[in-house]
């Protein structure tokens, strides 16, 4: 499951991600990594946080990152990273960006992360959102649909961060106010192990660049 030096210097580590913040945290990891640790083996499971966990508990997996789950196997130990918070994004030139007052949010059709987490965006005062019509585990998919269509796109901004610093999508900023829930992200390992050098060192990274630098 982790092969290092004490140093965590070189070796291998086995670990797994939900979509959303492998999305978020992954890139900018590893183009660390290569410098900072170049010899270090990443094998990374992407998959749904039922399955991660589960694989954390039979010790397949040395640690995972995932939104937080309500209940846990026993044997699990709980870091939180941080939270991160959840925008409207379409392409620059949707009809709710030309002309705001001659459209309303639910006559579009939402996308979604299909394990994007129950956010509490039935809680009163949430924006009325457009009816679901696709939940697809693929940033990619999800980045195309919403670039070439009337599509909203419910995620975290920072999924998106490449699109909207090229002004290729935008957020609809007027419902930021609206949209209180917030993702809180975890990061579960196996409480009778203790992480390796590189487990720890990738858990402060991502607290730091969750609690620093990702953007609502």
């Keep these: 499951m982790a092969r290092q030096s004490a140093n965590g210097v070189g070796g291998e580590v086995h670990f797994g991600m939900a979509p959303l913040p492998a999305q978020v945290l992954l890139p900018a990891l590893f183009i660390r990594e290569f410098k900072e640790n170049p010899e270090l083996i ?7 946080p039922e399955t991660l966990v589960a694989r954390v508990a039979s010790e397949e997996l040395e640690f995972c990152v ?3 789950r309500s209940s846990l196997p026993s044997m ?13 994004l379409v392409r620059v030139d949707h009809p709710l960006i030309v002309d705001p007052e001659s459209n309303r949010l639910e006559d579009f059709p939402l996308i979604v992360s299909s394990q994007m987490p129950d956010v509490g965006l039935q809680m009163p005062g949430s924006p ?21 269509s009337d599509a909203v796109w419910l995620s975290s901004a920072f ?14 900023s007027a419902f930021d106010g609206l949209l209180e829930a917030r993702i809180s992200l975890v990061m579960y390992s196996h409480s009778r192990r203790s992480l390796s050098p590189a487990a720890k060192r990738f858990r402060d990274w991502f607290h730091t660049q969750i609690i620093s630098h990702l953007p609502a």
């Design 42 to 48: 990443s094998h990374v499971a992407i998959s749904d």
């Design 66 to 68: 995932c939104p937080q």
């Design 76 to 88: 699990l130990r709980r870091d939180d990273l941080g939270t991160i918070g959840i925008s409207l």
């Design 128 to 148: 009325k959102l457009g009816p679901l019509r696709v939940a697809v585990d693929d940033f990619g998919v999800l980045t195309r649909i919403a670039r070439g």
């Design 159 to 172: 999924a998106a961060r490449q699109e909207l610093e090229d002004g290729l999508l935008t957020k609809l």
